[in-house]
């Protein structure tokens, strides 16, 4: 089994490794990080559960994984795509899945290839740019997968509570101390870019194998009180005292909490796994 996608899928690989670890014995499971692979062992069931981080799915400037969310402009090259493909190929289950990085109004898109040291790069509107990113994905998929041994499953994306008044409580900051999930589930819009999921399905209902939707946008939309918050570990460091009583600079209403909805997501792909048809 292999996800490939940006950190946000990682707490789904993880919630994975939490689900299945505890029944295999200590010397017969192995955790191993790599900057670009995450790989989880299970020596007597033959198995391997695998993390690739590719925050666009195709290649950018901000693939390398020490990259943070939100400080390097990304450039991306549209076309590009197999320097990622080639360590997703001969797997069982791959669930692919790229959102958050593409924010910008326009992204920029880059002239020539980075292997030549172009920076070169025109803007490009983010619907479009990311209709091409996917249609370079699809047809990566249709060339590179046996889909009479691989499943494919694409998982839409995952939602953001970043303004407590999507949700009318004004005199909140952000997600920070929020407790339960949205109250009123007929009303609800936290900002997800509806463009781009309606792009996605479009993009993987053309495409020539068949392939599975993963739709946990609406239903995570719900959970504003699901996120890691000030409770975080950006690099690997839980935030100080000092920075937790500053929620507006640091809570993380992004990312999520585990156990929690990624434990939701996979019992979902659990479900999608046993009786697709
Ligand atoms: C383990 O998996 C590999 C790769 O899929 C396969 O070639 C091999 O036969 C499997 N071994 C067992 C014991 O299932
Ligand atoms: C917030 O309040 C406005 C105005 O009363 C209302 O139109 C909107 O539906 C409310 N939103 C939620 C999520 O309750
Ligand atoms: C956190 O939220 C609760 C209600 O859910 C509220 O009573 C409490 O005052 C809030 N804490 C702070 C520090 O605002
Ligand atoms: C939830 O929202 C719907 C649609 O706006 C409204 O009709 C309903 O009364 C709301 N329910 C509650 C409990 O606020
Ligand atoms: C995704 O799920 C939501 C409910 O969570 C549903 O309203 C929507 O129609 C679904 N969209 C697709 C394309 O399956």
Redesign the pocket.
Do not use: A
């Given at each position: 089994m292999e996800m490939a996608a940006q950190r946000l899928l990682f707490a789904q690989m993880l919630s994975m490794v939490c689900m299945v670890q505890s029944i295999i014995p200590p010397e017969k499971k192995s955790f191993s990080y790599a900057s670009y692979t995450t790989v989880f062992k299970m020596e007597d069931y033959n198995a391997t559960m695998e993390f690739y981080w590719a925050p666009f799915l195709v290649e950018s400037n901000v693939d390398p994984p020490t990259m943070r969310y939100g400080t390097v402009v990304p450039v991306v090259k549209l076309e590009s795509i197999s320097k990622h493909g080639d360590n997703w190929k001969n797997v069982d289950y791959l669930i692919f899945n790229t959102y958050i990085w593409w924010r910008y109004p326009t992204m920029k898109a880059l002239q020539g290839s980075f292997s030549n040291g172009a920076t070169d790069s025109v803007d490009i509107d983010q619907n479009v740019a990311y209709e091409r990113a996917l249609k370079s994905w699809a047809k990566w998929v249709e060339e590179n997968v046996d889909s009479s041994r691989t499943s494919v499953f694409f998982s839409s994306m995952s939602p953001t509570h970043m303004k407590s008044s999507?949700?009318?409580n004004t005199n909140r900051i952000k997600c920070w101390n929020e407790t339960s999930p949205?109250p009123?589930i007929s009303?609800?819009?936290v900002g997800t870019n509806w463009q781009l999921f309606t792009t996605a399905v479009n993009v993987i209902q053309s495409m020539k194998i068949p392939l599975h939707f993963l739709n946990i946008t609406r239903l995570s939309e719900y959970r504003k009180d699901a996120h890691t918050s000030i409770y975080a570990a950006p690099g690997g460091k839980l935030l100080t005292q000092e920075q937790k009583s500053d929620p507006a600079r640091y809570a993380d209403c992004l990312h999520w909490c585990l156990p929690g909805l990624p434990d939701t997501w996979n019992e979902l792909l659990f479900a999608l796994i046993m009786y697709r048809t």
């Open positions: 999507d949700w009318n949205f009123n009303r609800i819009d």
